[in-house]
T-cell receptor
Framework: SQQGEEDPQALSIQEGENATMNCSYK?????LQWYRQNSGRGLVHLIL?????REKHSGRLRVTLDTSKKSSSLLITASRAADTASYFC?????????????FGSGTKLNVKP | NAGVTQTPKFQVLKTGQSMTLQCAQD?????MYWYRQDPGMGLRLIYY???????DKGEVPNGYNVSRLNKREFSLRLESAAPSQTSVYFC?????????????FGEGSWLTVV
């Protein structure tokens, strides 16, 4: 399947530090999305990057996409304790399967105050 | 707007019992999804519906059935529940326009099969 893989599985940093997590996928895509999940809650959309884009910013978030390596990274700058959550990437199957999404297993981020 | 609403939030079933998880969205989205999430794991796609009147299998469809009742509603049925179906179930919806295929999730349904 297309399911992405996040790396690392867990990440623990101090408040104020940057957090970088990576996502790799298997087949071509139309777009890649990053989501955040607080414990016991549903997923919340963070940012979407299209296959023809290489970098995108939203507030303290920076996402890059390398379609030749089939990988993406999410950078959270100046992290806060409130950023503690699990982060997932989601990919479609490319082509006309633009609305069939697969998620990776996530990176669990712990930001220590 | 309520977004994506799913019910029930919690359910305990005995092995062999059947139940239906209900989901409704009020964003006029064409596509709807059911995912399951096991402890410490990512989401796995059970079934999805690209548009009203169509459904298709995802990664883990065995033991489940779905119905896209209309554009708003997409239900997931467990015909004969098994302990392996103990999980958190998430309904979601999306549309290419205007949100660019952003996926909106419900708050989850915690299902325990004993």
């Amino acid at each position: 399947s297309q399911q992405g893989e996040e790396d690392p599985q867990a990440l623990s940093i101090q408040e104020g530090e940057n957090a970088t997590m990576n996502c790799s996928y298997k087949t071509s895509i139309n777009n890649l999305q990053w989501y955040r999940q607080n414990s016991g809650r549903g997923l919340v959309h963070l940012i979407l990057i299209r296959s023809n884009e290489r970098e995108k910013h939203s507030g303290r978030l920076r996402v890059t996409l390398d379609t030749s390596k089939k990988s993406s990274s999410l950078l959270i700058t100046a992290s806060r304790a409130a950023d503690t959550a699990s982060y997932f990437c989601a990919t479609d199957e490319g082509g006309y399967n633009f609305n069939k999404f697969y998620f990776g297993s996530g990176t669990k981020l712990n930001v220590k105050p | 707007n309520a977004g994506v609403t799913q019910t029930p939030k919690f359910q305990v079933l005995k092995t062999g019992q059947s139940m239906t998880l209900q989901c409704a969205q009020d964003m006029n989205h064409n596509s709807m999804y059911w995912y399951r999430q096991d402890p410490g794991m990512g989401l796995r796609l059970i079934y999805y519906s690209a548009s009203e009147g169509t459904t298709d299998k995802g990664e883990v469809p065995n033991g489940y059935n779905v119905s896209r009742l209309n554009k708003r509603e997409f239900s997931l049925r467990l015909e004969s529940a098994a302990p392996s179906q103990t999980s958190v179930y998430f309904c979601a919806s999306s549309d290419p326009l205007p949100s660019g295929n952003t996926i909106y999730f419900g708050e989850g349904s915690w299902l325990t099969v004993v």
